[in-house]
């Protein structure tokens, strides 16, 4: 299915001067079995009534959603895997006519791996959509397995083999369920008495059939104004709920509302001689964050090793995750301070003082072990270079400095509490960081202890 035509221009009588609810969605592309949640903005007038939503596949964690001029909706794509659309509409019910709806397509991209025969040894890409994947070679018997992502809508791949010199081009069939999605929803709610309007939006170019309606406890009649897929519906007398099977070839869907005036507005109580205080509007929920940024850390503590090898440590270092397995691996870069000391007093000569400052630049790899509510654990290991100075004075000959660069290793376990965009951090590391010149023997590592901060984006 090329570029399909999206069904949901709904023509409505000059009465109904309501603007449509403006819709915006993200992520932008959906992958089925990465992304679990799709955030919905809609924004209409501040003195708009309840946004209602309706939806031909996946879930909404909340159907209406009340106040101020931005509503966020949350929907869960079908637990499915291969490709498909999904259309969402979003409306305001309105005391006269039907409402101003607004549809949008949200493109569900499927993942699986295409199994290729080709020649062995040959280099092995699929093209689909305009995107290439891989490339992967060939074992010895010819044969290939692909991971690519398929749009909705998409029929076949296009395999390029090379080996050598040699290229071959094919086109391989792509074994996708066909999928027709349809909507209907059924407006005001409750509907009155006197009747209300069913709205239908979907997904089709090809498919020219007039659609099939089935209602119970109620009569559906076209629109009088003539709009495509706006109906009016008029309960029966008696009928508590109202609901319409819609079908068209293969897509179906399903609308069903109750039946009565809302209650009236209760009785305004007495004045009282001083006015309660309303309780403050409760926030709304924290967005869900589909990807993270660079994040920064800063580290300090202290390292104890054999002896008098001990001393403060200072880390400051980023952190960028990687955009797979769900974001639980990152890479960092980190750079630190860390000094030992020592003085020693000798007998008729006086003191000698021995100092080693070192700055550290390492990279690591962080991986997230486990993640609950705010709590979060993770294991990191990493090393880099290691440059030091080493300075010694005395008050009975005369001082001398040395450096040179070495090198350190370290394996850790972090925990962290997240509040916001901070996290609270406690890490306890062993480091291995020996210093050797022809005058020093010392131990930059060890175990360490540190308290930290995390800024997230």
Same mark, same amino acid.
């Given at each position: 299915?090329?570029?399909?035509?999206?069904?949901?221009?709904?023509?409505?009588?000059?009465?109904?001067?309501?603007?449509?609810?403006?819709?915006?969605?993200?992520?932008?592309?959906?992958?089925?079995?990465?992304?679990? $949640?799709?955030?919905?903005?809609?924004?209409?007038?501040?003195?708009?009534?309840?946004? !209602?939503?309706?939806?031909?596949?996946?879930?909404?964690?909340?159907?209406?959603?009340?106040?101020?001029?931005?509503?966020?909706?949350?929907?869960?794509?079908?637990?499915?895997?291969?490709?498909?659309?999904?259309? $969402?509409?979003?409306?305001?019910?309105?005391?006269?006519?039907?409402?101003?709806?607004?549809?949008?397509?949200?493109?569900?991209?499927?993942?699986?791996?295409?199994?290729?025969?080709?020649? !062995?040894?040959?280099?092995?890409?699929?093209?689909?959509?305009?995107?290439?994947?891989?490339?992967?070679?060939?074992?010895?018997?010819?044969?290939? !397995?692909?991971?690519?992502?398929?749009?909705?809508?998409?029929?076949?791949?296009?395999?390029?083999?090379? !080996?050598?010199?040699?290229?071959?081009?094919?086109?391989?069939?792509?074994?996708?369920?066909?999928?027709?999605?349809?909507?209907?929803?059924?407006?005001?709610?409750?509907?009155?008495?006197?009747?209300?309007?069913?709205?239908?939006?979907?997904?089709?170019?090809?498919?020219?059939?007039?659609?099939?309606?089935?209602?119970?406890?109620?009569?559906?009649?076209?629109?009088?104004?003539?709009?495509?897929?706006?109906?009016?519906?008029?309960?029966?007398?008696?009928?508590?709920?109202?609901?319409?099977?819609?079908?068209?070839?293969?897509?179906?869907?399903?609308?069903?509302?109750?039946?009565?005036?809302?209650?009236?507005?209760?009785?305004?109580?007495?004045?009282?001689?001083?006015?309660?205080? $309303?309780?403050?509007?409760?926030?709304?929920?924290?967005?869900?964050?589909?990807?993270?940024?660079?994040?920064?850390?800063?580290?300090?503590?202290?390292?104890?090793?054999?002896?008098?090898?001990?001393?403060?440590?200072?880390?400051?270092?980023?952190?960028?995750?990687?955009?797979?397995?769900?974001?639980? $691996?990152?890479?960092?870069?980190?750079?630190?301070?860390?000094?030992?000391?020592?003085?020693?007093?000798?007998?008729?000569?006086?003191?000698?003082?021995?100092?080693?400052?070192?700055?550290?630049?390492?990279?690591?790899?962080?991986?997230?072990?486990?993640?609950?509510?705010?709590?979060?654990?993770?294991?990191?290991?990493?090393?880099?270079?290691?440059?030091?100075?080493?300075?010694?004075?005395?008050?009975?000959?005369?001082?001398?400095?040395?450096?040179?660069?070495?090198?350190?290793?370290?394996?850790?376990?972090?925990?962290?509490?997240?509040?916001?965009?901070?996290?609270?951090?406690?890490?306890?590391?062993?480091?291995?960081?020996?210093?050797?010149?022809?005058?020093?023997?010392?131990?930059?590592?060890?175990?360490?202890?540190?308290?930290?901060?995390?800024?997230?984006?």
């Amino acid at each position: 299915m090329r570029p399909a035509l999206l069904l949901l221009a709904l023509v409505f009588p000059l009465a109904t001067l309501a603007a449509s609810p403006e819709v915006s969605f993200s992520p932008t592309r959906v992958v089925l079995g990465e992304d679990h $949640l799709v955030e919905v903005e809609v924004r209409v007038a501040s003195d708009a009534g309840p946004v !209602r939503a309706a939806a031909s596949s996946g879930t909404f964690a909340e159907p209406v959603v009340e106040g101020g001029p931005k509503r966020t909706f949350r929907w869960s794509p079908p637990d499915v895997r291969y490709p498909l659309a999904a259309i $969402l509409v979003f409306w305001v019910d309105t005391p006269q006519g039907p409402p101003e709806a607004t549809v949008i397509r949200v493109p569900l991209v499927g993942r699986t791996t295409l199994p290729i025969t080709t020649d !062995r040894g040959a280099s092995v890409e699929i093209e689909i959509a305009g995107r290439l994947f891989g490339p992967i070679q060939a074992d010895r018997r010819g044969k290939a !397995r692909i991971p690519v992502e398929v749009p909705p809508g998409e029929k076949e791949a296009r395999v390029l083999a090379t !080996r050598g010199k040699l290229k071959t081009t094919r086109t391989v069939p792509l074994d996708v369920p066909p999928h027709w999605p349809l909507v209907a929803w059924l407006s005001p709610q409750p509907m009155p008495p006197e009747g209300g309007w069913l709205g239908v939006a979907g997904v089709d170019s090809t498919d020219t059939s007039p659609l099939e309606l089935k209602p119970q406890g109620a009569t559906v009649e076209p629109a009088p104004h003539g709009a495509p897929w706006v109906y009016r519906v008029t309960p029966l007398p008696g009928a508590e709920t109202v609901s319409v099977a819609v079908r068209r070839h293969k897509a179906q869907a399903q609308a069903q509302v109750q039946v009565g005036q809302p209650p009236p507005p209760p009785e305004p109580p007495p004045t009282p001689p001083e006015p309660l205080p $309303l309780p403050p509007p409760e926030p709304p929920p924290a967005p869900s964050r589909v990807r993270r940024g660079v994040a920064l850390h800063l580290l300090a503590g202290a390292f104890f090793a054999e002896g008098s090898n001990q001393g403060p440590l200072v880390a400051l270092g980023l952190s960028y995750p990687l955009p797979f397995w769900g974001q639980r $691996l990152s890479l960092e870069a980190e750079a630190g301070v860390r000094r030992i000391a020592l003085t020693v007093t000798l007998e008729n000569q006086g003191e000698l003082r021995s100092r080693v400052l070192a700055a550290p630049v390492l990279a690591s790899a962080r991986l997230t072990l486990l993640e609950g509510g705010a709590f979060a654990l993770h294991g990191r290991v990493g090393g880099g270079l290691l440059p030091f100075q080493h300075d010694v004075s005395s008050n009975f000959q005369s001082g001398f400095q040395e450096g040179k660069l070495s090198a350190m290793a370290f394996v850790s376990a972090q925990a962290a509490y997240r509040f916001g965009h901070w996290s609270a951090l406690l890490e306890p590391r062993w480091e291995h960081g020996p210093v050797r010149t022809p005058r020093l023997d010392a131990k930059l590592g060890g175990i360490a202890f540190t308290l930290g901060v995390r800024y997230e984006p």
